[in-house]
């Protein structure tokens, strides 16, 4: 069986299983499109109050299929821009997606698999998992938004380093570098993953959406810029209903249950 997208439901999170046996869940068009379509369904799914994007067998994602790439070579270049570009539109739903969206990290999360764990809100890894941009050892340059992810979160020196050497960086340097949220126990990412997103599930739904909007905004706004957008997301949520139920749960020290 070739790469497939895993879906499943567990309490209130959708659960997104990478699956490409024999090719360490290394990624194609046909995750890409299914991811989009997931993502898409679940959008709208009142039931669904976040995403975790995992793996299967131990390894989060190999990255690009090599077989495939060298196909590709003998292909006009548009056929190869077009699969870049399903990639890039299935990290960009990512991105800006209303709900919380996790990576639950085992084993490697390699290339375009260590974007994609990048792109996510909240990144688990197990404490023997390792992340890598090996594209300068075979001749290419990153996608996925690796380039971008990285000049944003680590200094340039650094951020060279990983994507022109293409060496293995340990998941507990990345937390300490913070673009891991959380380590755990080999074996136990997925369970951490969904523990934590227990917890954001038990939150506003729309509070977190503004929340994300405004660090996604942030990225290119101005002080007065992102000053009046959380001026406005803020009456939003004020005049919402879970903020009444919100406040008043913690005025009479009850838990609240938001809509």
């Known amino acids: 069986m070739g790469a497939q997208?895993?879906?499943?439901?567990?309490?209130?999170?959708?659960?997104?299983?990478?699956?490409?046996?024999?090719?360490?869940?290394?990624?194609?068009?046909?995750?890409?499109?299914a991811g989009i379509e997931a993502l898409g369904a679940a959008e709208t799914n009142p039931a669904v109050r976040s995403v975790v994007i995992t793996g299967e067998g131990g390894t989060f994602s190999a990255g690009g299929n090599l077989h495939r790439l060298l196909a590709n070579r003998d292909q006009d270049p548009s056929v190869q821009?077009?699969?870049i570009e399903g990639l890039h539109n299935w990290m960009e739903t990512i991105r800006t997606y209303p709900k919380p969206v996790i990576a639950a990290v085992e084993g490697a999360a390699a290339g375009a698999g260590f974007s994609l764990a990048l792109m996510c809100d909240f990144v688990i890894a197990a404490r023997d998992s390792f992340f890598v941009m090996a594209y300068s050892?075979?001749?290419?340059?990153?996608?996925?938004?690796?380039?971008?992810?990285?000049?944003?979160?680590v200094p340039r020196q650094l951020a060279t380093e990983i994507l022109m050497l293409g060496e293995r960086i340990g998941a507990d340097r990345l937390q300490a570098l913070g673009l891991v949220n959380r380590l755990c126990e080999p074996g136990q990412a997925l369970g951490t993953a969904l523990t934590l997103a227990s917890q954001l599930n038990h939150r506003a739904p729309n509070a977190l959406t503004s929340i994300k909007e405004l660090l996604n905004d942030a990225e290119s706004a101005s002080l007065n810029q992102q000053l009046a957008s959380?001026?406005?997301?803020?009456?939003?949520?004020?005049?919402h209903a879970n903020a009444g139920i919100g406040i008043s749960a913690f005025l009479s020290k009850e838990t609240p249950r938001y809509e």
Do not use: C
């Open 230 to 239: 959380e001026r406005d997301h803020f009456v939003k949520n004020l005049h």
């Open 81 to 83: 821009a077009a699969s």
């Open 137 to 153: 050892n075979i001749g290419l340059s990153p996608d996925g938004g690796g380039t971008w992810h990285l000049m944003s979160s």
């Open 5 to 33: 997208l895993k879906s499943e439901t567990q309490d209130q999170t959708l659960v997104l299983t990478l699956s490409n046996p024999g090719m360490r869940n290394a990624l194609g068009p046909e995750i890409y499109s």
